[in-house]
């Protein structure tokens, strides 16, 4: 059998080798089903997204609820420091006035016992030392 050299190249007639038809029909059907696959994970990754969407909605929401909470505890924090700094001051005012009104009594105790005015009234507490 002799081959003509224009058809050495022309391998169609060989057993197993596929037609240009059944090629071409063999790709078709990869090619459907990458798109049937691709279609598959675009439809997972809008659902991912909506999902992503929907929690950031619900975090935000839950952030500005937060927000809201944390001004009114900052705004009560800050009231209690106030009446608590109020009630420290006039405790001293207090405290002040009536060590004064004390000493007053105390002065006029020992002017009219005829004490000394710098005279301790605790007997175990005067200065002995120069006597």
């Not at 909470?69 to 009536?98: P, Q």
Request: net charge negative; proline share 4%.
């Amino acid at each position: 059998m002799t081959v003509d050299p224009l058809e050495i190249e022309d391998t169609s007639d060989w057993l197993g080798c596929p037609t240009e038809l059944e090629t071409i029909t063999h790709y078709k059907l990869i090619l459907e089903n990458e798109v049937q696959e691709l279609t598959a994970q675009l439809r997972k990754a809008r659902e991912d997204i909506f999902g992503l969407v929907k929690m950031h909605g619900e975090a935000s929401a839950e952030r500005d609820s937060l927000r809201t909470e944390l001004a009114k505890v900052r705004s009560e924090l800050m009231d209690s420091n106030r009446r608590a700094t109020e009630i420290e001051t006039k405790s001293n005012w207090e405290l002040m006035a009536n060590g004064k009104h004390i000493s007053e009594l105390t002065t006029k105790l020992r002017e009219l016992s005829s004490e000394k005015p710098f005279d301790s009234p605790f007997p175990h507490q005067r200065d002995n030392s120069c006597t």
